[in-house]
C-alpha cells in the first residue's frame, strides 16, 4: 500500500518562499514517479510539477516553472516542492502524488488521473 503524507503548509507573506515535504512509503515506491499538484478555492486540480524516480527528470506547470524546485531523497523516502517568489494566487491546498503505473520510466504525467495515490494534502496561504 502506497501512502503518502505532506506537510510544511502554513501562512506565508506574499513574496516568501516555502518548503513542502511528501513523505512516501510502500514498496518500490521510490521507483515512481512523484507529482505535486495544487486546489485553490473554486477551482480544478492544478499541476506544479512532477520528478522521475531517481530525481534526474522534472517538469513544471506554467504557473509555478521559473518559482519551484521538485527534489526526492530516496534514501529518506521524501521528496519536496520548494517554491519561491509566492503570490497570493498561490494559496492553495498542495498535494503530492505518485503514478505507479510503471516502476522506473522517465514519463512525467501532467494531469490528476495518471496519478493513482494521493496524500491527504496541506494548506498553504499566501497573504499579500
Known amino acids: 500500500q502506497v501512502q503518502l503524507v505532506e506537510s510544511g503548509g502554513g501562512l506565508v507573506q506574499a513574496g516568501g518562499s516555502l518548503r513542502l515535504s511528501c513523505a512516501f512509503s510502500?514498496?518500490?515506491?521510490?521507483?515512481?514517479?512523484i507529482g505535486w499538484f495544487r486546489r485553490a478555492p473554486g477551482k480544478t486540480r492544478e499541476f506544479v510539477g512532477a520528478?522521475?524516480?531517481?530525481?534526474?527528470?522534472?517538469f513544471y506547470g506554467a504557473s509555478a516553472k521559473g518559482r519551484a524546485t521538485i527534489s526526492r531523497d530516496n534514501d529518506k523516502n521524501m521528496n519536496y516542492l520548494q517554491m519561491n517568489e509566492l503570490k497570493p494566487e498561490d494559496t492553495a491546498v498542495y498535494y503530492c502524488?505518485?503514478?505507479?503505473?510503471?516502476?522506473?520510466?522517465?514519463?512525467?504525467?501532467?494531469?490528476?488521473?495518471?496519478?493513482?495515490?494521493w496524500g491527504q494534502g496541506t494548506q498553504v496561504t499566501v497573504s499579500s
Open positions: 510502500g514498496r518500490f515506491v521510490s521507483s515512481y514517479s
Open positions: 520528478i522521475n524516480w531517481n530525481g534526474r527528470r522534472t
Open positions: 502524488a505518485a503514478d505507479t503505473t510503471y516502476a522506473n520510466q522517465d514519463y512525467l504525467g501532467r494531469v490528476p488521473d495518471e496519478y493513482e495515490h
